[in-house]
């Protein structure tokens, strides 16, 4: 049974010249997390060197808290930061000593998965409070990136030795199922992700390639060409993609069907990239203005997202978020309306999303913008 918690809020308005996107990148040989905006400009270091104990960076993940979770390849927890400010706030993980922890995700059961390279190299499991709830996996071969099909089953990437790398298929409880994609093409994966058809794409560390496979884990050809070592991945809303490279200590950007575009940042201290993401900024110049009432529901039996506005608006932009800050799904809403509704995608997993509605009232000019967040529970 799916359950959505309705809320009401009040209308936020954005300035056009703020940048409403901040891009986080991983500086493993640096132990920083180091932010850009949306055009690559450089921010500074959101985390400094070593803050807090951090050790070669690792991952990057948003907790639905605000705060912001990184690991690092040299240190035993997982770290916390103030989402703001980057500050160290403690150890995040508790009751299990992670050796070697690198990729995280939080899973449809809203629980953040490990991979770790040392100790007994399984997958564990902790709450959204630190908590550790249990070991997912036995012993994986070097596991990095990892997600959930539409069914819930899980995919993981073994880097293995870089020649032997595979990615391995397990069910919602933590079956093995066995290999799904093996190394006979691929090589050393790292990242990887699925598109709306099912396709998996991943990176090939070692080949310096995005493989396409499908959603059977039989190979379509090459994707993205000519990097390094590509590892992290991240989308902005327009789709392009952003790809760390360790051997040009780079982030490469290409848009949608995997053309190059350009660099999208260089320099500045950057070592080793292994982690991109990408998250709405949270001070993107929102102020308060009139207060118009909203609430949002979710009709189970359609699918369908109503959000309900006690005045009269035009011009409508419907985005939901993942809470990494992917954009995964949008629609355009002509003419004026009081109701706006989005049939959502199939297949969305159990979380926390952000549903951002970009609109103007009747009689003004300048674009405005209501924002909540959406829980979803099977």
Request: charged share 15%.
């Amino acid at each position: 049974m799916r359950v959505l918690l309705i809320v009401s809020s009040v209308l936020l308005t954005f300035s056009i010249c703020a940048q409403n996107y901040e891009v986080f990148v991983s500086g493993r040989t640096t132990s920083t997390v180091k932010k850009y905006d949306e055009f690559g400009n450089y921010l500074g270091d959101f985390v400094s060197a070593g803050s807090g104990g951090l050790a070669q960076t690792e991952d990057i993940l948003f907790h639905p808290n605000g705060s912001v979770l990184v690991t690092g390849y040299n240190s035993n927890a997982i770290k916390e930061y103030d989402g703001i400010s980057g500050n160290f706030l403690g150890n995040f993980s508790m009751g299990y000593t992670l050796t070697g922890p690198s990729k995280m995700t939080i899973g449809p059961d809203s629980l953040i998965y490990v991979t770790q390279w040392g100790g007994d190299y399984s997958i564990v499991r902790f709450d959204l409070n630190g908590n550790y709830v249990d070991q997912f996996t036995g012993a994986l071969n070097n596991a990095l990136m990892h997600l959930w099909d539409a069914d819930t089953n899980f995919y993981v990437a073994e880097f293995g030795n870089g020649g032997d790398g595979v990615v391995h298929k397990f069910d919602k409880n933590g079956a093995d199922l066995g290999i799904f994609i093996n190394s006979s093409i691929l090589q050393g994966p790292t990242g990887m992700w699925r598109d709306e058809t099912g396709d998996f794409f991943v990176e090939d560390w070692t080949t310096g390639e995005v493989q396409r496979f499908d959603s059977l884990g039989i190979y379509e050809g090459v994707f993205i060409s000519g990097m390094s070592q590509p590892e992290g991945v991240a989308f902005l809303p327009n789709g392009d993609i952003l790809i760390g490279d360790w051997g040009t200590d780079l982030v490469h950007r290409f848009d949608s069907l995997g053309n190059p575009l350009s660099t999208f940042t260089v320099g500045n201290g950057l070592g080793d990239p292994n982690s991109v993401k990408v998250r709405m900024n949270p001070e993107a110049g929102l102020m308060l203005v009139d207060e118009l009432n909203f609430s949002m529901g979710y009709d189970q039996k359609n699918g369908t997202l109503n959000i309900f506005i006690d005045q009269v608006i035009k011009d409508c932009r419907l985005h939901i978020y993942s809470n990494d800050g992917r954009l995964i799904q949008h629609t355009a809403i002509d003419g004026t309306k009081e109701k706006v509704s989005l049939q959502l995608e199939s297949g969305l997993a159990s979380g926390t999303y952000l549903v951002k509605l970009n609109f103007r009232q009747t009689g003004q000019t300048n674009v405005s913008s209501w924002s909540e967040k959406l829980y979803i529970c099977h």
